[in-house]
């Protein structure tokens, strides 16, 4: 017996509702702005789709576009592998899992803004307790207020800094699921420790390597706060990355039309390059 | 393929045992023959993983040696032991296929790829998994995967002896008895020794030339299938071996004469020693209903199929017997009398008559 009738709506409403506030009317408004140009007053023209057309002929867009992959490339091929070392030489049982997991997780603890101010002050050429090491203790000349590389290397290493607990803790946890026997199983067959970890653990990490990357991917590309207090997107533009440029061209400029095709493109960016990720890390299993 | 020599053995997890209640395993001697099949029996926690885990060297134990053909290899890695193992849940490498699950433990020690792939055929063969070999093991059911596991092992044709550890516990049950009469048909034709962990006794009995039964941490009878069910040393493997399980008595011993509920019971021969808790073991397939004997009352007639367990109360103490027709109601006043061959008195829990002669 099937119940032919619309109730299940009601259940369905409130949710609908909160997603309708807090996501689709937001970005109808982001929508509405893109196809259409203002002069203030609350006075619209139409548009059409010469803002996206503008936004994605623009070196402008290319450069910051470009800094962002290089940057998400870097701290993704850096924190994966050295997240699924660290988790590798932490201890499975004892005393020391509860004081390994909270030292891990601490990082992640700290507000972004707050990250991106200790570091700042942290690598000051003579303030900070970095700057000071490199530029007078070992006379290495690193300013990234001045170097775009230095600022660079600061960036990147800020966010492995920040973010690789995350890659571990979930590593950790898929590695902890193991049970014993497939152990003892590869040592009665002989596998070498290479042999073990190819096998048995990155097989069986594998789906928690997947939301790391997934999550680590969306965060990096989508990274604002710390960069911008560290660098604010400098020296010159060699940190700026999309979403800073972003906000510049928005709160900056107050080009609220090109800053709102911008952010449908940036967000289609993200949306596929995640879909790829995730459709060619899942594509074994379905067969 | 060796004879496997257990030593002295003991073992504890603890580092610093104070008594005999800290061993997982308490002073274990004991031979096992090359080529021979093995069942290890005994309940939960009474030590039987921990002694296979020694003989395959996960475990070292605290004292004592092992020997495989009087080679002590008590401090080799399992790698270096030339064993094999089958644990309770299958293990397999979920991203190769059936065919490089196989041949894994043979690349591992660099056999060239012909001997490999003749030894891969050959096992695949005589699991019945030869149409499987390309697959992707990950998407094997429970029981194939279990054979995978299986073969893993016997793929090496030097290996000393394979070792199950109650490798059917995840398998369906009408998919166990087919691959337990797979394991005794791989027996004979491999002719390793082999050593089938389990408590469940049909498995162990149906598996094994050679039983052995443990209880905490120790061995208490070795012996074939039939030396078990008819003349269990302790009362423990009366108790554990057979269904029902050997009727257990409290009986008093006096001048030479057994005494139960105020009766004098006849028992196989000569009783040895003196003193201690004595008991009376018989088991249900040798209690009859009969015209004299002990007076009991009816308490419950369960119809198992072939035959039906009586169970009746002698004063406070329940006595089970297996008859072909339960032509009894509960409730009844029968008597009941014991088989005098098979009746046997146990003087702290071991044995203490001789066989007649």
Redesign the interface.
């Known amino acids: 017996m099937k119940t032919e009738n619309q109730r299940a709506w009601f259940f369905v409403l409130p949710v609908l509702l909160l997603v309708a506030f807090n996501a689709l009317v937001p970005i109808m408004t982001v929508v509405n702005y893109s196809v259409q140009e203002t002069f203030g007053n609350n006075v619209f023209f139409w548009q059409g789709l010469d803002w996206f057309e503008q936004i994605l002929r623009s070196d402008r867009f290319h450069a910051a576009l470009g800094r962002q992959f290089l940057f998400t490339f870097l701290i993704l091929i850096i924190e994966i592998p050295l997240g699924i070392i660290i988790a590798l030489s932490m201890p499975r049982k004892g005393i020391w899992v509860p004081v390994c997991l909270v030292t891990m997780a601490l990082p992640m603890l700290i507000p972004w803004n707050v990250v991106g101010a200790m570091w700042n002050i942290f690598t000051l050429p003579k303030i900070g307790l970095l700057g000071y090491f490199m530029n007078d203790v070992l006379g290495v000349n690193y300013d990234m207020t001045q170097d775009p590389l230095a600022a660079w290397i600061t960036i990147i290493v800020m966010d492995v800094w920040h973010w690789t607990s995350l890659v571990v803790l979930l590593a950790y946890a898929g590695l902890v699921s193991i049970p014993d026997a497939y152990y003892q199983a590869a040592k009665i067959d002989g596998a070498s420790p290479w042999k073990v970890f190819r096998y048995i653990q990155l097989p069986k990490m594998k789906t928690v390597l997947t939301i790391a990357i997934l999550l680590r991917f969306m965060d990096s590309f989508n990274i604002y706060t710390e960069p911008f207090v560290l660098t604010g997107g400098g020296p010159g533009n060699s940190t700026t990355l999309l979403s800073i440029d972003l906000v510049k061209i928005a709160l900056g400029q107050f080009d609220l039309g090109p800053a709102a095709a911008m952010s449908l493109i940036y967000f289609a960016i993200t949306l596929l390059v995640s879909w790829l990720f995730y459709t060619l890390m899942t594509k074994d299993d379905a067969k | 393929m060796a004879k496997i020599t257990l030593s002295n053995l003991r073992h504890s997890y603890l580092s610093t045992p104070s008594g005999p209640q800290d061993y997982a395993l308490k002073e274990i001697d004991l031979d096992w023959q090359d080529g021979g099949a093995y069942a290890l029996l005994g309940p939960s926690g009474c030590g039987k993983s921990t002694l296979l885990?020694i003989i395959?060297g996960?475990l070292t134990p605290s004292e004592g040696r092992i020997l495989f053909d009087d080679r002590d290899v008590t401090d080799l890695?399992?790698?270096q032991r030339n064993?094999?193992?089958v644990?309770?849940?299958p293990?397999i490498?979920?991203?190769?296929t059936v065919r490089d699950n196989l041949a894994?433990?043979l690349r591992?020690?660099g056999v060239d790829e012909a001997k490999i792939a003749e030894r891969v055929a050959e096992i695949a063969e005589m699991l019945d998994v030869v149409e499987m070999l390309d697959t992707?093991a990950a998407h094997l059911s429970p029981d194939n995967k279990q054979k995978i596991?299986m073969g893993?092992?016997l793929v090496r044709d030097d290996v000393n002896v394979v070792m199950f550890d109650e490798p059917l516990t995840v398998i369906d049950p009408h998919l166990k008895w087919k691959l337990r009469s797979k394991l005794k048909e791989l027996h004979q034709r491999v002719k390793a020794t082999m050593i089938y962990v389990t408590h469940d006794q049909t498995e162990a009995l149906t598996f094994a030339d050679q039983v052995v039964v443990m209880q905490d941490g120790e061995i208490v009878q070795i012996g074939t299938p039939v030396e078990l069910f008819e003349r269990p040393q302790h009362t423990f493997v009366g108790h554990f071996i057979g269904s029902p399980g050997m009727n257990i008595l409290p009986v008093l011993e006096q001048d030479g004469q057994i005494m139960f509920d105020g009766q004098n019971i006849a028992v196989e021969g000569t009783i040895t020693g003196a003193g201690g808790t004595t008991e009376l073991g018989v088991r249900p397939e040798f209690v009859t209903l009969s015209d004299t004997g002990l007076p009991a009352r009816v308490r419950k007639v369960s119809d198992v199929g072939r035959h039906a367990v009586v169970d009746a109360m002698v004063g406070d103490t329940s006595i089970k017997a297996v008859v072909d027709h339960a032509d009894v109601l509960q409730g009844a006043e029968v008597h009941l009398a014991f088989r005098q061959d098979q009746t046997r008195l146990y003087r702290d829990g071991w044995i203490a008559t001789e066989a007649a002669q």
């Open positions: 885990n395959s996960l890695p399992p790698d064993i094999a193992q644990f309770q849940f293990v490498y979920d991203t190769m894994f433990p591992n020690r992707r596991s893993r092992g």
